[in-house]
C-alpha cells in the first residue's frame, strides 16, 4: 500500500517507519535483514532505504603521486527497496537524490524501479560530500523541486531528453523533506516554507521533517504550514541520540537545535553507554507527547541507532 493510503488508514493511531541506509560496499544485504528483523515487531508501514552517490577521493600512488577516484561507498538502494518489498511485504521508500546523479542516471532507476514494482518514493536534494569539478551541472537536478518535475513528467509519460512513451499504469508517489528549524541554506523561514508549498502543489503527498529534539518547534512549524495552505501529513523526523559528541556534531551538521535540559544531561554523561540511554529517554519523551498530540506517524532514523530505536518503539508502540 501506498505511504499515503497507509497514513490515512492508521485510524487514529500513531503509525510506526524507519529508514536505513544501505551497506557499505562489500557487505552483503543480511545486515539490512538483521535491522528489519529487529523492528519488524513494531509494524513498520514503510521503510526509507537512504540513497547515497560516490564521491572523489585521492589515492596516494607507491610513487607519492595521487590518482582521482570517484568511489560509490553504499550502492545498491534500487536492489535492497525491491529486496525488501519481496521478502516482508513491507512498503520500501527508496531515496532519489539529486547531487551526484544525471538526470539520466536517474531515469534509469525510475524505469529500474518501475520494472520492480517500487512506486513510493522520497525526493531529495541530497547532501555533496565534496565539489565534483567533472560533473556538468546542466545534466543535474539542482534542487529538490527539479527532480520532481523529472519524477512528474516521467509520471505522464515524458523522459529527461523530451522524448514522449506510453505512461506507466502506475505512476510513482512521494514523499520530501521539510525543515522545522529552517533548511540552512534558506534565507529565512518564509522562503524555506514557500519551497515546501510548490513541493506539496507539484505533487508530494506527505513531508518528513529534517530531525528535531524540541516539538514546540514542530508544533510551530506544522500551524505556519497549516497557515500557509500546506495540508498533507507532515511526519516528524526523530534521531534517537547514541554518542556523546553528537552533542555538538548534529547541531553543525543538521542545523538542529539541542534543548537546554537534555543538552546539560548529554554534557553530564561521562561515557556514549549513558549517553544512548540519555538519548533513548529523551525520544520516548519526545515521542508520547507527539503522539498525545495526534501525529499520525513517526518516522525513526536509525542510523547507529537500531537498539535504542528497538527500545523506544517498545516503549511507545
Ligand atoms: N528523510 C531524510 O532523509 C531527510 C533528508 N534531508 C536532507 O536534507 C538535504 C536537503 O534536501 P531537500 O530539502 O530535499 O532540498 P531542497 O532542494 O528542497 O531544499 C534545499 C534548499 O533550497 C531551497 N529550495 C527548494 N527548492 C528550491 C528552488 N526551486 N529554487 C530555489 N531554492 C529552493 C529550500 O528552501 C532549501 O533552503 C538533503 O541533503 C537531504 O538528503 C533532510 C530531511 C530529511
Ligand atoms: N542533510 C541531511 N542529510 C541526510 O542524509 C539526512 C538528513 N539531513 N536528515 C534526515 C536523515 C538522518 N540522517 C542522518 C545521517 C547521519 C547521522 C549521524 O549520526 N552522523 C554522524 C556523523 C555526522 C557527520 O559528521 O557528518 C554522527 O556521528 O552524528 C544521523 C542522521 C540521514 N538523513
Known sequence: MRVIDQLKATQGHTAFSFEILPPLKGNDITRV??????????????????????EV?????????????????????????????????ITAVPHIICKGFTRDETEYA????????????????GDAKGPDKSADPTKINQHATDLQQQVNDFNRGIYADGETFEANATPFSYGMACYPEKHESAPNMESDIRYARMKVEQGASYLVTQMFFDNQKYYDF?????????????????????LRNQLNVLPRVFRTDIPEPFAIELARCSTDEQAKETGIEWSIAQCRDLIAHGVPSIHFYTLMATDSVRRIAKEIY
Request: glycine letters at 6%.
Open 222 to 242: 506544522v500551524t505556519r504550514c497549516r497557515a500557509e495552505g500546506i495540508t498533507v501529513p507532515i511526519i516528524p523526523g526523530i534521531k534517537p541520540i547514541v
Open 33 to 54: 535483514y538483521s535491522i528489519i528483523d529487529k523492528l519488524r515487531e513494531f509494524d513498520p508501514k514503510y521503510i526509507n532505504i537512504t540513497s547515497h552517490h560516490s
Open 110 to 125: 525510475l524505469i529500474d524501479l518501475n520494472f520492480l514494482g517500487v512506486h513510493d518514493l522520497l525526493l531529495l536534494q
Open 57 to 89: 577521493q585521492y589515492q596516494e600512488m607507491p610513487d607519492g603521486s595521487y590518482i582521482k577516484k570517484k568511489i560509490r561507498k553504499r550502492p545498491g538502494s534500487v536492489a535492497i527497496a525491491s529486496a525488501i518489498q519481496n521478502k516482508y511485504g
